[in-house]
């Protein structure tokens, strides 16, 4: 794992609409570096904040039944109440 995930949340709507195995791979991604479907400037970035431990890091994933599936990690310092990772549809935002 290139990074802790902390506290995971998830929408509704994804609670809702995606299975819960497939939640766990899209989150073994964002855990490991796999940002998904970014700029390389965006991966470049989430590179740099995994090694600082400053920043937020954000993926996206297309996933064939659902449309896009962001997961975006803030706090990844362990400040305050820890990080804490949210799992959405981009309609949630």
């Known amino acids: 794992m290139l990074h802790n995930l902390g506290r995971v949340v998830a929408?509704?709507?994804?609670a809702a609409a995606?299975?819960?195995p497939q939640i766990t791979a899209l989150l073994d991604r964002h855990a490991t570096g796999d940002w998904g479907d970014i700029s390389e400037d965006d991966k470049a970035a989430n590179d740099e904040?995994?090694?600082?431990?400053d920043g937020r890091l954000?993926?996206?994933y297309l996933t064939p039944e659902h449309g896009k599936v962001w997961i975006i990690t803030d706090d990844i310092r362990g400040e305050g109440e820890?990080?804490?990772t949210t799992v959405m549809v981009?309609?949630?935002y």
């Open 11 to 14: 929408t509704a709507a994804v």
């Open 90 to 92: 981009p309609d949630d």
């Open 18 to 20: 995606i299975p819960h």
């Open 58 to 60: 954000f993926s996206s």
């Open 49 to 53: 904040a995994a090694r600082s431990g």
């Open 82 to 84: 820890g990080p804490i």
